[in-house]
């Protein structure tokens, strides 16, 4: 069935094609001609996989009528020899803005220091994101735009996918050719794709600002679109819904842009049962298993890295080893992704020149992409991609004649484009046929006889008269098909002897004039072919492969070769700080096994395990890091309430800061969102596994914990113009009043749908689901617990107030700088400390901030942590503890504890982390000294009883770094004399976050 | 009534704080003799047992108890036994005094509008009853370069006692030097959608540093010339040809260093010290040939991605063995400068050593604010400006001070936070 609706597709569009011309009005008598066209004596690559030699290709009215070999040819074709030429499919770019105009957007206000736009300024029935333009059709503002047409054409391109990158949801992408015919005759696909990004483009809207945001966003934007479908009629008209939903059926194309979005991407689709077709970031084989894994097919940019200038080796350090491998490695990254069957098409985005495509491609082909698979990513692959198989990507009967005439196979160096044929309309570039005149010959010039010898690809050919050995004469020659022209000087006389003359079968002749202007006749008879050049040092260098360096697990400095896995240590002798009854225990030892924590004692033995003598050393449970803003990409969304936005959607496992904890004896954070809003994002808990994914960063089964946030921040102090709700501490608690009385109601309405029967189901609307108030509810229910910024002793009273009336308790308040004021309120309401050990007068609401503070609400028997907000101190959080011995006077295991075990308990993860027990897990911390000392240093880190950092090990990778970067270095410097390519070493510099940024993706806003 | 009521516990518990306030402290009333303490000289030696005696705010005696008998005579002596005694640390380069809360505008007062602003002077804005100097105090820092910021010349600094009733009172040596940030090579901008700042060269570089060749040459000639008419930047400029006034450079690269040093030295500036961090690795030989100090920032902060992860920890060492004399300094938020001494200590556990580390927040910061003569050591003559801690200064767990004298003035330690942490102990104790 299907299939005979898309052939009667097939055939409305032949018919329609026609019909098309005649509706527009003519200025002349009627000229419809016959355009039919037999291509044969070609090599014919009919599709990635099918190559003919010495074929036909029958062509007519814009289709391919037959392909093969020895077919007859109807009467009525016109005949184009192509002896010695190839012809392929033309390329196909899924991923382009052809033909649509250029808008200029206003770039996006920053909202550190202007009044926030909370409401979205689109005018009309559409959505209330401004980032939401699903509305958008790229077809109906197309126009053909010959010169780009033009451009593309020489480089093979025949038919494009075009759409505009503006905001979250972009609407949908049309599917055109580049002949320059009318618009009606090029769109073969108004609606082909549906496209989305993580930017919001030129919304100048707020929310979102960050990633995760633009994650919920969209969640949220599926979720209503259902609701929305739902309802007949419709709760209220959004322009922009209706197009969303009518898209769903499309091709549904990503922009993810590099292969941790691409994750992220396919995480979001997988929410909704929606698979991406992913715009990658040719990264991709930095993760290839998880690239693998996500099942999508990929659009691959083939913009490699050029090489960095780096002569001068100071300002080399300016380029990060992960700079300079990812030059190395991009190349590699089609076949990467080819060997593990990860299906991909090719796009010029990103290049500079559509021209450095193929030139690109054969690179990525010397680099393991086979031939074959580098052809289908160019023609097959999108055109399936685009459901465009039927008339794109081959050249079988009945599809669009897309296709190019190449002198060459086409990833052959020397390869030329001659001809891109568009929908049966020739686009010529270069003759097809050059007369090859190369060979001996014996060349008679009047009574005088030489030996002549021509050289060189035909169509560029020159001649030279054969003395002897060493002795030439060049020849100033003109070849042409019919005519030829020669002259040069004879070695007797100054002065040029002048030919002229025609070809024969089997070389020249004709008239000329000698220098003293006599007139002879000429002709030059072909005596045999050249003789063979020595090519074998050519042959020779092309097998080299070029050699490249190992993968690196992440993808930076310090990352590993090889991921560490689960070992089964014994760590003998040591000083265990245990945090448990028995306290400190002297000369211990504790053995390791299968990522848990198995026997502590004295001459412990294992079979097999890794022995490590501790004799003098100190070992602990690793430390936990209650508020951390490492190992994320972004920290703060903007809405008042952002409990929909989720850190755990934007874990970055790359970030370095994670190996620098590593160093300083961590091994699990608590990612909190930012402090932006009275209700911030939802934490990421994870364990600091060095080289792993997204997701196994994450601590299985670890509580849903959120971020609130009090005071300055909340209330935009530092913004003066801000207009954002809330604006006071009074406006903060209503922020909060609103959204738990509002998720009570949300509840009840769920509750009493949920509660219906099946049948009465059927009937019934379900409620909107709203991500936000789906949150609240989470933390009423005690299904997900705060940890909340704040500072002063009213606002903490105040949340502990509102927390009372929905019967909650709030779990964590971090920073409570002023905490040591309701130190009482605090234990009473069953809540958690987790403090800075002394920062203080940064801002207005700290002044009255002490470093007696973690000892106060310790003594009053709050449990309390020591964190860190902060990469710097987040690696020596030991010294922080430290600090309470000095100010308050604790003890030192309790001093211990408020890095270890009191974090673990306000995490709700005690009864597996935060003390030498056994059966916790192996998170375990070696330190040469007593852990508190300002001398002490870390010796190894374990995590799940891995070795993720090792002193010895750090040392050596150190070194490791430093070789790599030369190896690179000199490849780098080898391109440059070869002339290849060049860039300055501009260095990044990733600024660690902390709670105050706003991480607004500004440049996107101009997209 | 119930108004009158609240205000008068208003005042009262405002006024019971107050009391705890430090107050500046009396000259020294009689000679004063610590006994049998731990002694670091700030110049990498120590007594294990020693006598240190002061009188009249100055150094009088400094000795080994345990060697030939001293006359002890007329001091009164303080048992010190076991603890530690230390000269008050130092701390280049900061804005103590000029900010008070610095998200608070109102409260900022160290960066000047302008770019070339010699004339612009630390001194007369230092505010003595600002509430963190007491907090460093607390910890051992009993001296503070207070320094303008912001602009290609920020100003001129002056050096500071933690103590005093006015900045007349507090200054220790006024108008100590010129501070100037030498022009980048590399600017660049912040990219939001990756986090990262983005370097780009300088396309100013060279104005920039024309800019600073005329303002020094203009100032060379006004000090020559005979007849001029006043000009206030190029007064304030005149000291760094007599070697009156330091000129401290904050440059960015190796090259920058070289070149801001070849800079200083054409242009006949007498005494130069370069601020920077890492970088100064790649210039150490060049800076211990030229024997130019340098100042560096945070000893806790981060590698950048590719360097040895303990690389800032590491950093006082490797110059220090590379022959470079280098202070430590802090940067970044104000109040955490108390941590001077713990930055000290992680420099000493990777590779400083423990006196170097003592002498590099000491002598070594005495010299490069050109105040060693005074103050940086325990040595007979110099101010009598020390403390004693009952354990290691340099560790965090065991620096606590029992006496500081600031020219033999017994200094308070105990401030408004250690008010507070009494208040509200002894709250829950009475709850």
């Known amino acids: ?1007 | 009534m119930k108004n009158f009521l609240y205000t008068f516990i208003l005042v009262f518990s405002a006024s019971a704080v107050m009391a705890q306030l430090p107050q500046p402290a009396e000259p020294q009333p009689n000679a004063i003799l610590l006994k049998g303490g731990i002694a670091h000289l700030g110049n990498g030696k120590v007594i294990q047992n020693s006598l240190i005696g002061f009188d009249e705010g100055k150094i009088t005696l400094v000795g080994d108890a345990t060697r030939s008998k001293i006359d002890v005579a007329g001091y009164t002596v303080i048992d010190i036994t076991g603890q530690h005694v230390y000269p008050g640390f130092i701390l280049p380069n900061s804005s103590l005094g000029l900010e008070e809360v610095s998200a608070v505008r109102a409260t900022r007062d160290a960066n000047e509008t302008g770019q070339l602003k010699p004339h612009i002077r630390s001194l007369v804005a230092y505010n003595t009853d600002s509430k963190i100097p007491p907090t460093l105090r607390y910890n051992g820092i009993l001296v503070a370069e207070t320094t303008p910021m912001g602009g290609r010349i920020s100003g001129t600094s002056s050096v500071m006692n933690l103590e005093g009733w006015n900045w007349e009172d507090a200054v220790l040596k006024a108008d100590v030097g010129v501070h100037m940030s030498w022009p980048s090579k590399m600017g660049g901008h912040f990219d939001f959608s990756t986090f990262t700042w983005i370097r780009e060269p300088n396309k100013k570089y060279d104005s920039q540093v024309e800019e600073l060749v005329s303002f020094f040459d203009d100032a060379k000639s006004y000090l020559e010339s005979s007849s001029k008419e006043r000009n206030l930047k190029m007064e304030a400029m005149t000291g760094l040809f007599d070697g009156s006034k330091i000129l401290y450079i904050r440059a960015n690269s190796a090259k920058e260093i070289v070149q801001a040093v070849r800079f200083g030295q054409e242009k006949g500036v007498q005494k130069i010290v370069i601020l920077a961090g890492t970088e100064a690795l790649d210039a150490a030989s060049f800076l211990a040939e030229n024997k130019i100090p340098v100042i560096l920032p945070n000893v806790h902060s981060l590698p950048s991605s590719d360097e040895v992860v303990e690389l800032p920890y590491e950093l006082a060492g490797l110059l220090t063995k590379a022959g470079v004399t280098i202070a430590l300094s802090h940067n970044g938020m104000l109040a955490r400068a108390r941590n001077l001494p713990f930055y000290a200590g992680t420099a000493a556990a990777y590779g400083l050593g423990k006196e170097e580390a003592v002498q590099a927040i000491t002598l070594n910061a005495a010299k490069v604010l050109g105040i060693d003569s005074e103050v940086g050591s325990l040595e007979e003559g110099k101010r009598a400006t020390l403390f004693v801690s009952k354990g290691d200064a340099l560790d965090m767990m065991t620096n606590n001070l029992t006496h500081a004298y600031i020219d033999g003035k017994t200094i308070q330690l105990e401030g408004e936070q250690q008010a507070l942490y009494k208040q509200y102990s002894d709250k829950y104790a009475n709850d």
């Open chain 1, 1 to 1007: 069935m299907k299939r005979i609706i898309l052939a009667g597709c097939l055939i409305l569009a032949t018919v329609f094609a026609s019909v098309a011309q005649e509706t527009f009005p003519r200025n002349d008598v009627r000229d419809e001609r016959v355009e039919a066209y037999a291509l044969i004596n070609g090599t014919v690559v009919v599709d990635y996989q099918t190559t003919i030699a010495n074929a036909t290709l029958l062509i007519k009215e814009g289709k391919v009528v037959q392909v093969g070999a020895g077919i007859t040819i109807p009467k009525g074709y016109i005949i184009i020899d192509l002896k010695g030429n190839y012809v392929y499919p033309s390329i196909i770019d899924p991923f382009t803005n052809y033909g649509l105009p250029t808008e200029k957007h206003k770039r996006g206000k920053s909202p550190w220091s202007n009044a926030e736009q909370i409401q979205t300024t689109t005018k009309g029935a559409f959505n209330s994101n401004q980032a939401i333009k699903a509305e958008y059709s790229a077809a109906s503002k197309f126009s053909v735009d010959a010169k780009t047409a033009k451009s593309l054409r020489a480089q093979g391109f025949g038919a494009v996918l075009t759409y505009r990158a503006d905001g979250l949801a972009r609407g949908t992408g049309a599917l055109v050719t580049l002949s320059t015919d009318r618009a009606n005759e090029v769109l073969l696909n108004e609606h082909a794709t549906a496209n989305y990004s993580f930017t919001k483009g030129s919304s100048t809207q707020l929310y979102p600002i960050s990633t995760m945001g633009f994650i919920a966003v969209l969640r949220q934007t599926y979720l209503d679109a259902n609701w929305y479908k739902a309802q007949s009629p419709r709760p209220f008209k959004d322009i922009s819904l209706e197009h969303w939903i009518l898209s769903q059926s499309l091709p549904q194309v990503f922009d993810a842009n590099s292969w941790l979005n691409a994750l992220r991407a396919d995480k979001l689709g997988d929410e909704f049962g929606v698979q991406y077709i992913i715009k990658g970031g040719g990264d991709e084989y930095q993760r290839i298993n998880e690239i693998k894994a996500t099942g999508a097919q990929f659009i691959i940019p083939i913009n490699y890295p050029k090489a960095y200038e780096v002569d001068d080796p100071f300002e080399a350090k300016d380029v990060s080893l992960a700079k300079m491998k990812h030059w190395e490695l991009a190349p590699t990254n089609p076949g990467v992704l080819a060997a593990n069957g990860v299906s991909f098409a090719f796009t010029a985005k990103g290049l500079k020149s559509a021209k450095d495509y193929l030139p690109n491609v054969r690179k990525a082909i010397e680099n393991g992409l086979s031939e074959q698979a580098a052809l289908k990513a160019m023609t097959y692959t999108p055109a399936a991609m685009l459901n465009a198989t039927n008339q794109l990507g081959g050249l079988q009967k009945g599809k669009i004649a897309n296709f190019i005439i190449t002198s060459k196979p086409i990833f052959e160096k020397k390869s030329s484009i001659l001809e891109n044929w568009v929908q049966g309309t020739r686009y010529e570039f270069k003759p097809l046929e050059k007369v090859d005149f190369e060979g001996k010959y014996n060349l008679a010039v009047g009574s005088t006889q030489f030996k002549l010898e021509v050289s060189g690809k035909a169509g560029h050919q020159s001649a030279k008269i054969v003395i002897n050995d060493t002795t030439n004469i060049k020849l100033k020659s003109k070849f042409g098909e019919d005519l030829v022209e020669f002259n040069y000087s004879p070695q007797e006389v100054e002065g040029l002897v002048r030919l002229s003359g025609w070809t024969t079968d089997n070389g020249w002749e004709g008239k000329g004039q000698l220098v003293d202007g006599s007139w002879i006749n000429w002709t030059a008879t072909k005596t045999g072919d050249l003789d063979p050049k020595e090519e074998k040092e050519k042959d020779k260098k092309e097998e080299e492969k070029p050699a490249l360096g190992e993968m690196i697990y992440p993808f930076v400095a310090h990352g590993n070769i090889e991921v560490p896995k689960t070992e089964t240590v014994l760590l003998k002798n040591a000083t265990l700080w245990t945090n448990e009854t028995e306290g400190i225990l002297e000369q211990t030892d504790i053995l390791l096994m299968n990522g848990k924590i198995s026997k502590i004692g004295k001459n412990l033995s294992a079979s097999g395990a890794k022995v490590i003598d501790a004799t003098g050393k100190h070992v602990t449970s690793g430390i936990i890091d209650e508020h951390s803003h490492i190992g994320a990409s972004s920290i703060n969304d903007i809405a008042t309430n952002s409990g929909m936005v989720r850190i755990g959607d934007v874990l970055n496992p790359t970030d370095y800061n994670i190996y620098n904890a590593l160093a300083g004896g961590v091994t699990a954070i608590q990612i909190l969102h930012g402090s932006a809003n009275p209700i911030g994002g939802q934490s990421a808990l994870i364990k600091l596994r060095w080289g792993a994914s997204p997701e196994e960063m994450k601590i299985k089964g670890a509580d849903g914990y959120i971020k609130f946030a009090l005071g300055e921040n909340v209330k935009r102090s530092r913004n003066s113009n801000s207009i954002r709700f809330p604006q006071t501490r009074m406006g903060v608690e209503q922020v909060y009043m609103d959204a738990f009385s509002s998720a009570v109601e949300y509840g009840k309405k769920w509750s009493s749908y949920n509660g219906l029967s099946r049948k009465a189901k059927v009937g019934a609307l379900a409620p909107r689901r709203d991500l936000a108030m789906e949150t609240m509810l989470e933390i009423i229910n005690k299904e997900r617990f705060i940890s909340c910024h704040s500072y002063v002793q009213s606002e903490i009273n105040m949340l502990m107030k509102v927390a009372d009336q929905f019967d909650f308790k709030v779990n964590t308040f971090t920073h409570i700088l002023e905490g040591y004021k309701v130190a009482d309120k605090m234990k009473a309401h069953g809540v958690g400390a987790s403090t800075f050990s002394d920062w203080w007068a940064y801002k207005w609401e700290v002044r009255y901030a002490i470093p007696y503070n973690a000892a106060i609400m310790h003594n009053a028997g709050v449990i309390v942590a020591i964190n860190s907000d902060d990469a710097e101190m987040g690696r020596r959080l030991n010294q922080e503890a430290a600090k309470s011995v000095k100010y308050g006077g604790m003890s030192q295991e309790d001093a211990w504890k408020m890095v270890t075990l009191n974090p673990a308990k306000l995490l709700h993860l005690d009864t597996r982390m935060g003390s030498l027990k056994v059966g916790k897990d192996a998170d375990v911390v070696v330190w040469s000294n007593n852990p508190l000392s300002v001398y002490t240093k870390v010796e190894t880190t374990i995590i799940d009883g891995v070795i993720y950092f090792d002193a010895q090990k750090d040392a050596d990778m150190d070194q490791w770094i430093e070789k790599e970067r030369a190896r690179l270095i000199q490849k780098m410097k080898a391109t440059k004399k070869g002339g290849g390519k060049m860039q300055k070493s501009h260095g990044m510099i990733p600024k660690s976050f902390h709670c105050d940024d706003l991480t607004v993706d500004l440049n996107t806003l101009n997209q």
